[in-house]
Nanobody
Framework: QVQLVESGGGLVQEGGSLKLSCVAS????????MGWYRQAPGKARELIAW???????NYVDSVKGRFTLSRDSAKNTAHLEMNRLKLEDTAVYYCKVGMNGYDVWGQGTQVIVSS
């Protein structure tokens, strides 16, 4: 079964940058769509960026222009580069891959943006 491991989270000041990584146990990103989600304290998990197997990234308005989703198929890795971070970006960030009839989630990586 495919496994996903996120990394790259941490504490950053407002306006700073972080680059998250999602490493898959198999070469899955070329054949399956994937997405980055986040869950802030007390809030529901929300989709913020996604990419189909064709590789075109999409973003919700709140992160558009600040976040960049990319993938490195040779390393079975998807990245979420986050710039100009805001306090409201504080959340646990998860990657997810859509399989045939079910989804696979990573364990999440914490991002804390401080003032």
């Amino acid at each position: 079964q495919v496994q996903l491991v996120e990394s790259g989270g941490g504490l950053v000041q407002e306006g700073g940058s972080l680059k998250l990584s999602c490493v898959a146990s198999t070469n899955i990103f070329n054949t399956n769509g994937m997405g980055w989600y986040r869950q802030a304290p007390g809030k529901a998990r929300e989709l913020i960026a996604w990419m189909s197997s064709f590789g075109t990234p999409n973003y919700v308005d709140s992160v558009k222009g600040r976040f960049t989703l990319s993938r490195d198929s040779a390393k079975n890795t998807a990245h979420l580069e986050m710039n100009r971070l805001k306090l409201e970006d504080t959340a646990v960030y998860y990657c997810k891959v859509g399989m045939n009839g079910y989804d696979v989630w990573g364990q999440g990586t914490q991002v804390i943006v401080s003032s």
